[in-house]
Nanobody
Framework: QVQVVESGGGLVQAGGFLRLSCATS????????MAWYRQAPGKQRELVAL???????NYADSVKGRFSISRDNAKNTVTLQMNSLKPEDTAVYYC?????????WGQGTQVTVSS
């Protein structure tokens, strides 16, 4: 059973920063894609950033240049550094491990950016 647990959300003023962390269980972490999604009230869940097993990354256009995703395969963790936060970044952020056709999701962590 793969477990995914996020931490690091909170309330921050516009222009500030937050660092989200995601810890996973199991030995399969290093082989798979890890990603952060977010879901704002009344909106669909959207991809924010992903990182593959080789460290290659991809970002949503809305966060390019502001967010950075990284992983530590030795610790089974992935981190999302969020800088220059905007009110429109307010959402529940979810970490997911993508293993073929399966996604293992965390419970989500709330990020609120005040103007």
């Amino acid at each position: 059973q793969v477990q995914v647990v996020e931490s690091g959300g909170g309330l921050v003023q516009a222009g500030g920063f937050l660092r989200l962390s995601c810890a996973t269980s199991g030995s399969i972490f290093s082989f798979h894609v890890m990603a952060w999604y977010r879901q704002a009230p009344g909106k669909q869940r959207e991809l924010v950033a992903l990182i593959n097993s080789g460290g290659g990354t991809n970002y949503a256009d809305s966060v390019k240049g502001r967010f950075s995703i990284s992983r530590d395969n030795a610790k089974n963790t992935v981190t999302l550094q969020m800088n220059s936060l905007k009110p429109e970044d307010t959402a529940v952020y979810y970490c997911t491990l993508i293993a073929g056709p399966y996604n293992y999701w965390g419970q989500g962590t709330q990020v609120t950016v005040s103007s």
